[in-house]
């Protein structure tokens, strides 16, 4: 028994990592290309994820369909550079349908999954988007795979363990160590101004924001009695579970780059 289960492990870990490279090959042509390929690419992934959402929280069929219509015309206008109207829309939605449906879940799952689409869509048409949306993604990949990898190196006391088990302070202080260093890296590499350190603390806090996201979706698994939020992606389970610690990142880097 114990070789299996150490047999399903390393076949689970194998699985991981060959859909976690397609995975990142996907975004990364998708960021490089831009304009209607990025944009297609995560309306694809924002409407997989509300699909998986609105299961989880048993939202009814025709509100969870016109909950994907909703997210649909807010990537489509973003994507034609009417980010306000794309903004305007989802909030005048997110209140109007959860009113209507009496349902507070629809709302936030409008919200969970509309604004970090806004927002990325949005930065990839700024001028650099290129960079800062590939930084923004690739941070919170050296965040999930240094906290994977550190967590079950080093082990030792659980953050909250009644919402994530696996989840460690290793893991987390390994995902900010690697947040840091990669994005100075890439900061000294793409010449953005000013002193390349002080990307250091703007990644780690970034981390613990996607840590956060993590442990958000983790909560929702719980309520609602899962595992994982799906099975469309081998390994690793649905999409939420990929882009958990993007979605609330994406919104804090896009609000920064607008402050700026």
């Not at 150490?6 to 990592?17: E, F, H, I, P, V």
């Not at 980010?83 to 507070?104: D, F």
């Not at 260093?181 to 250091?200: E, M, N, R, T, Y």
Request: aromatic share 10%; proline share 4%.
């Amino acid at each position: 028994m114990a070789v299996d289960r150490a047999g399903r492990k390393r076949s689970n870990l194998r699985d991981r990592m060959i859909v976690g490279v397609i995975l990142v090959a996907l975004a990364a042509a998708a960021i490089w290309f831009g304009a209607w390929s990025f944009v297609l690419l995560v309306a694809a992934a924002v409407l997989l994820a509300f699909r998986e959402w609105a299961a989880m929280m048993q939202v009814r069929r025709p509100w969870y369909s016109l909950g994907l219509v909703v997210l649909a015309a807010v990537t489509l206008l973003t994507g034609m550079d009417r980010p306000e109207q794309a903004l305007l829309l989802l909030c005048a939605a997110i209140a109007l349908l959860s009113l209507v449906s009496r349902n507070i879940w629809l709302g936030a799952g409008l919200s969970w999954a509309g604004l970090p689409a806004i927002a990325l869509i949005w930065m990839r048409a700024e001028p650099h988007g290129l960079w800062l949306v590939l930084w923004t993604m690739a941070l919170v990949w050296a965040t999930d795979i240094f906290a994977y990898f550190s967590g079950r190196a080093i082990r030792g006391p659980k953050i909250w363990p009644a919402i994530s088990p696996s989840k460690t302070w290793a893991g987390l202080i390994g995902g900010m160590l690697a947040a840091a260093i990669f994005s100075v890296l890439f900061a000294w590499h793409v010449g953005w101004g000013g002193p390349v350190w002080l990307a250091a603390p703007a990644a780690a806090g970034l981390a613990v924001v996607a840590q956060a996201g993590d442990f958000f979706e983790s909560w929702l698994k719980r309520r609602a009695g899962v595992k994982d939020s799906g099975n469309l992606l081998p390994g690793h389970g649905g999409v939420m579970d990929r882009i958990d610690g993007l979605v609330p990142v994406a919104v804090v880097v896009a609000i920064g780059v607008a402050l700026a």
